[in-house]
């Protein structure tokens, strides 16, 4: 089984799944003409599942997920405001997130907030 993201003004608005093989070729200008010829319009471009594995465009691509064309990646959503994104095209925070115990960001004071753990 394969699959096919729907890009529409850089963004993923849909992802689908099409037979595996088709005709021996899986590039995006075969998976497009299979989508198109069973009727379904726009502009499709191969995702995997074993993306992190092989580096296929960097990872699966989600609804609301960017694709970087220039760079041929996905890239997910921004999670806060502050966070920029890096070289490698992974989120990064304005201060990196302490090494030790649990954190979480909180946008508000763009600081990150220790996670209290408890034990019974």
Known sequence: MAHAAKIE?????????IPD?????????????YIH??????????TSYNAAENGFRKMYA???YSYDSESDVF?????YDSWTLDSE???QPPIPMPEEGIWSWDEKS?????IPQYTS
Do not use: F, K, M, Q
């Open 75 to 79: 890239i997910t959503p921004r999670p």
């Open 21 to 33: 093989n088709l005709g021996g070729d899986e590039n995006d200008a075969a998976i497009e003409a």
């Open 110 to 114: 763009r600081s990150w907030i220790e």
């Open 89 to 91: 095209h992974n989120w």
């Open 9 to 17: 003004d850089n963004i993923v608005r849909e992802v689908i799944v």
């Open 37 to 46: 010829g069973i009727g379904i319009e726009g502009s499709w471009i191969r």
């Open 62 to 64: 989600g609804i609301g």
